[in-house]
């Protein structure tokens, strides 16, 4: 058996102010900035690729440089801050992001790209646990909508960044990506207000007593987040392949434009961002596992799809998937908080590092298998992937657990 700390003198905060809306709208607005400036790295991709003469393997190192810094680091910035919460980490993490963003409007170099995007990932280390928790601390209780909202305003700013890339950097060139800082700059300020926020509301709670520990059994716990890391690993390597390489299938399989290749992914990240808002009030309502298992195993039929269909098809179909496939990752995160009470930070580390990580990982192997076969190799294997919702039907329930603990 372990112990694990709830937080019960700041989940009773939480229903008695309610839900702090306003709060929740800077956090999506601060996060959908900041992957709006993220976003344009995977989105600028032909234009670099053209310039510098990389090949599909050195595209999938920028992309892993960027996530490898954010998957390594947010779990130690969740531990942390866990132990000791850091309201100004969230304007320090968005300062990095806007370095990472200025060299790499300047970056000349293959080297140089690399550490701009490290530099990106670094500040989204920072970010992502702490405004998670912050998310948590103003939902009011409905936990699954903060971070639905939370998470929405990030998927806002992914499926801006093709549009920005593709009607202003890939029109005036990589300097412009410069532009792109005053962004950041934006939700820093931003930031230094839901800081102040923040601050006040943990001297606020900070005199209430923490409720007594609850137990749950050690091997339930490790089994839960095994299997949600597992369907965590199918979700984001397959979103990689579509994230990273829809553009150049598009290009390389119907012979359409860049302008209209990424017009296309737009399209997929803007459903993306639509599921990820209508997954977490659903599970709030009608339980986190059945959305899981909607989202992941659902996904299914349309990925086996993909590969061998026609233009048109191919962008509804990506739709589809989209709209289907992000709906799980707020009911994940929510759901591994309910196997690891008291632990925010580090279970939205974990899972944002993980995830981050997996996407990092996966985008640099499939550039790789695209360069010895073909991208559309890469889809038909990649199509396969959903089948691990399957796994759901081993997720405990915690709450089952510790009444018969």
């Given at each position: 058996?372990?112990?694990?700390?709830?937080?019960?003198?700041?989940?009773?905060?939480?229903?008695?102010?309610?839900?702090?809306?306003?709060?929740?709208?800077?956090?999506?607005?601060?996060?959908?900035?900041?992957?709006?400036?993220?976003?344009?790295?995977?989105?600028?991709?032909?234009?670099?690729?053209?310039?510098?003469?990389?090949?599909?393997?050195?595209?999938?190192?920028?992309?892993?440089?960027?996530?490898?810094?954010?998957?390594?680091?947010?779990?130690?910035?969740?531990?942390?801050?866990?132990?000791?919460?850091?309201?100004?980490?969230?304007?320090?993490?968005?300062?990095?992001?806007?370095?990472?963003?200025?060299?790499?409007?300047?970056?000349?170099?293959?080297?140089?790209?690399?550490?701009?995007?490290?530099?990106?990932?670094?500040?989204?280390?920072?970010?992502?646990?702490?405004?998670?928790?912050?998310?948590?601390?103003?939902?009011?209780g409905r936990h699954g909508l903060a971070q639905s909202l939370f998470q929405v305003g990030g998927n806002a700013g992914s499926a801006a960044g093709p549009l920005a890339a593709a009607f202003i950097v890939l029109q005036r060139g990589q300097g412009s990506v410069?532009?792109?800082?005053?962004?950041?700059?934006?939700?820093?300020?931003?930031?230094?207000?839901?800081?102040?926020?923040?601050?006040?509301?943990?001297?606020?709670?900070?005199?209430?007593?923490?409720?007594?520990?609850?137990?749950?059994?050690?091997?339930?716990?490790?089994?839960?987040?095994?299997?949600?890391?597992?369907?965590?690993?199918?979700?984001?390597?397959?979103?990689?392949?579509?994230?990273?390489?829809?553009?150049?299938?598009?290009?390389?399989?119907?012979?359409?434009?860049?302008?209209?290749?990424?017009?296309?992914?737009?399209?997929?990240?803007?459903?993306?961002?639509?599921?990820?808002?209508?997954?977490?009030?659903?599970?709030?309502?009608?339980?986190?596992?059945?959305?899981?298992?909607?989202?992941?195993?659902g996904a299914l039929p349309f990925t086996l799809l993909l590969p061998y269909v026609g233009f048109t098809a191919t962008v509804v179909l990506a739709v589809l998937i989209g709209f289907i496939i992000s709906s799980a990752f707020s009911a994940i995160l929510v759901?591994?908080?309910?196997?690891?009470?008291?632990?925010?930070?580090?279970?939205?580390?974990?899972?944002?590092?993980?995830?981050?990580?997996?996407?990092?990982?996966?985008?640099a192997v499939l550039g790789a298998l695209a360069d010895h076969t073909s991208i559309e190799f890469v889809y038909r294997i990649c199509a396969y992937l959903p089948a691990l919702g399957l796994l759901a039907a081993f997720l405990p329930n915690p709450k089952q657990?510790?009444?018969?603990?």
């Open positions: 058996m372990t112990d694990i700390r709830i937080e019960g003198a700041a989940d009773s905060a939480e229903r008695e102010q309610g839900t702090a809306f306003a709060v929740l709208a800077a956090l999506s607005l601060c996060h959908g900035l900041n992957d709006l400036g993220q976003s344009l790295l995977p989105a600028i991709y032909p234009l670099l690729k053209q310039t510098y003469g990389l090949d599909f393997g050195e595209i999938g190192l920028i992309t892993l440089a960027f996530q490898f810094t954010a998957s390594l680091l947010q779990p130690l910035v969740g531990v942390a801050t866990d132990r000791r919460p850091r309201p100004w980490s969230l304007p320090v993490g968005m300062g990095v992001s806007l370095v990472g963003l200025l060299l790499l409007s300047v970056a000349a170099s293959f080297p140089m790209l690399l550490l701009a995007a490290a530099l990106v990932g670094t500040g989204s280390s920072i970010f992502h646990p702490e405004s998670s928790r912050v998310a948590r601390l103003a939902s009011g410069a532009w792109f800082s005053l962004t950041a700059l934006l939700a820093l300020v931003v930031l230094i207000f839901v800081g102040r926020w923040y601050g006040a509301h943990l001297r606020a709670t900070s005199k209430r007593a923490v409720a007594a520990a609850a137990t749950l059994p050690r091997k339930t716990v490790a089994r839960g987040i095994t299997v949600l890391l597992l369907l965590v690993f199918s979700k984001y390597v397959y979103t990689a392949s579509l994230s990273s390489y829809f553009t150049f299938y598009l290009i390389h399989r119907f012979g359409t434009s860049v302008q209209t290749a990424q017009l296309c992914l737009f399209a997929f990240l803007g459903a993306y961002a639509v599921g990820t808002l209508v997954g977490g009030p659903i599970g709030d309502r009608i339980g986190r596992k059945s959305v899981i298992w909607v989202s992941i195993l759901y591994a908080q309910e196997l690891m009470p008291g632990r925010v930070g580090t279970v939205a580390g974990l899972f944002f590092g993980f995830a981050f990580g997996m996407g990092g990982l996966g985008a657990e510790v009444r018969a603990s």
